[in-house]
């Protein structure tokens, strides 16, 4: 996993991996959603992208615009 730039301070977001059709997401509890075309829709995973790269907004725009549209939900370890 990429870790998040948190540009804009404290975020609930630490990293992410972008892949063809999805996004993985891992926030500071060590969870790690999937979010998917067929689960969140092409142009809300495609934004998540582009914010993740920028390194801002992405844990906002999950809580404001996604919500539980993700596919699978892992316990991962605290680390990227």
Do not use: P
Request: net charge positive; no cysteine.
């Amino acid at each position: 996993m990429q870790r998040y730039q948190r540009l804009s301070g404290d975020s609930g977001v630490l990293a992410y991996t972008v892949r063809a059709d999805a996004i993985d997401v891992k926030f500071v509890d060590g969870k790690v959603y999937t979010y998917t075309y067929a689960s969140t829709g092409r142009e809300r995973v495609e934004q998540m992208k582009r914010l993740a790269r920028a390194g801002q907004g992405l844990a906002t725009y999950i809580s404001q615009h996604v919500g539980a549209a993700y596919a699978n939900v892992t316990k991962g370890g605290r680390g990227a």
